[in-house]
C-alpha cells in the first residue's frame, strides 16, 4: 500500500484537496468492488495537525500533521492569488519539509498555484513550472530564477509533476494510477468520476502533452478533435503551416512518438472510455473512433491492450 499526503494549509483551496482525497476514495471503492487489496492510504496533514481555513472559509480536518513519515505521494493544492502577497508563516515549515523529499525523488504533485512551495524550495531554479495562467506574472516577480509558465496540460520534470488547471490535476491522478494498477483500472476511475462527457475528462494523452511546443500541442488538439476523421500528415502540415518533414520532426521531438502513432493511440484511448461509459456495439465504436472496418480496429485494440474490446469491456 502507497502512502500519499495532501498538505493543507491556511488559504488553500479546500476543493483541491477534498478533490484529491475523493479520487482515492473512488480508488478505493473499486479496490473493494473488485476483491483487490486496498492501494492507498491517503492522509490530509497540516503542519501542526490542526485544521486549518481555507480561501472559502471552510474549515479543513487533518488527519496527521507534518512529519518524517515517508509518502510516496505529496500532493500541494493551489493556494487563492491574492494571498500570495501574505502567506502564512507556517508556510516556512512545509517549505522546509519539502527539500528533502524533493531530493529524494518523491512523487510531487503541485496544483496550479501550489507551485509557489516548489518554487520557494530553491530546488526548481532553472526549471520550467506550470501555474494558473493569470498569476504567472507575481509568481515570476517573488522567484525570478524560476521559469513558470501557462500549460493546459502538466509538465514533469523526474518525480514532479506541476499542473496549470483544476482538470490538469485530475489527468495527473489518473496517469499515477495508470502506472501503480493498469490503464484500465484508470480507465473505471474516470467513469466514476462525475463529468458529464468522460471523452472530455483527459486532455489528448496527457502523457504526450508534457513539453512545451505550443504548435505542436495544437496540432494534438486538433487530432484528439477530429479523430474520428481520416488525417493525413499532408493535410496537418497545410494546415499548420509545416513542410511534411518538419511536422514530423517536431512532432516526434515533442511528444516522443510519431504522428501515425499517435492517432492510432487517441483513438484506442476514446475507444476504451466509450466501452466503459455507453452500450455501443463495437462496431458503432469502431466507427465512432475513425475505423470503418471493425476487425481492423479488434485487432488494432487487441495488438494496443492484448485483448478484444469486449473482454476490454468485461474486464476478463
Known amino acids: 500500500m502507497k502512502n500519499i499526503a495532501i498538505i493543507a494549509y491556511e488559504g488553500c483551496w479546500a476543493v483541491s484537496v477534498l478533490l484529491a482525497k475523493d479520487f482515492f476514495t473512488i480508488v478505493s471503492l473499486l479496490d473493494s468492488h473488485y476483491l483487490l487489496p486496498q492501494s492507498y492510504n491517503v492522509e490530509i496533514v497540516t503542519t501542526d495537525g490542526a485544521p486549518i481555513t481555507s480561501s472559502s472559509n471552510s474549515i479543513v480536518v487533518a488527519d496527521n500533521s507534518l512529519s518524517d513519515k515517508p509518502y510516496d505521494l505529496v500532493i500541494i493544492p493551489p493556494i487563492e492569488g491574492s494571498k500570495l502577497k501574505s502567506m502564512p508563516s507556517s508556510s516556512i515549515l512545509i517549505i522546509e519539509w519539502l527539500i528533502p523529499k524533493i531530493n529524494s525523488s518523491t512523487s510531487i504533485l503541485s496544483l496550479s498555484t501550489g507551485s509557489y512551495f516548489l ?17 504567472i506574472k507575481p509568481l ?4 525570478p530564477d524560476c521559469q513558470f509558465i501557462n500549460h493546459k496540460s502538466y509538465l514533469k520534470m523526474g518525480s514532479i ?8 490535476g485530475i489527468s ?18 474516470a467513469t466514476h ?3 458529464s462527457d468522460s471523452g472530455k475528462l483527459n486532455f489528448a494523452l ?4 508534457s ?3 505550443e504548435k505542436i500541442s495544437e496540432v494534438q488538439d486538433w487530432i484528439y478533435n477530429h479523430s474520428s476523421s481520416v488525417i493525413t500528415i499532408v493535410e496537418l502540415a497545410k494546415y499548420f503551416n509545416f513542410s511534411e518533414r518538419n511536422l514530423k520532426r517536431r512532432f516526434t521531438q515533442a511528444t516522443g512518438i510519431s504522428i501515425n502513432r499517435y492517432v492510432q493511440e487517441v483513438r484506442i484511448d476514446k475507444a476504451k472510455k466509450l466501452l466503459l461509459s455507453t452500450d455501443k456495439t463495437v462496431n458503432e465504436i469502431s466507427i ?3 475505423y470503418e472496418n471493425s476487425s481492423f480496429f479488434t485487432r488494432l485494440f487487441k495488438k494496443n491492450t492484448g485483448i478484444t474490446p469486449a473482454k476490454w469491456r468485461k474486464n476478463e
Open 119 to 135: 518554487a520557494a524550495t530553491g530546488e526548481l531554479n532553472k526549471t520550467a513550472i506550470a501555474t494558473h495562467w493569470s498569476l
Open 140 to 143: 515570476s516577480k517573488l522567484f
Open 161 to 168: 509533476y506541476t499542473t496549470g488547471s483544476f482538470e490538469a
Open 172 to 189: 495527473v491522478l489518473l496517469e499515477i494510477v495508470a502506472k501503480d494498477k493498469g490503464d484500465r483500472f484508470s480507465q473505471q476511475c
Open 193 to 195: 468520476l462525475l463529468i
Open 206 to 209: 496527457p502523457k504526450y502533452s
Open 211 to 213: 513539453h512545451r511546443d
Open 288 to 290: 465512432n473512433v475513425g
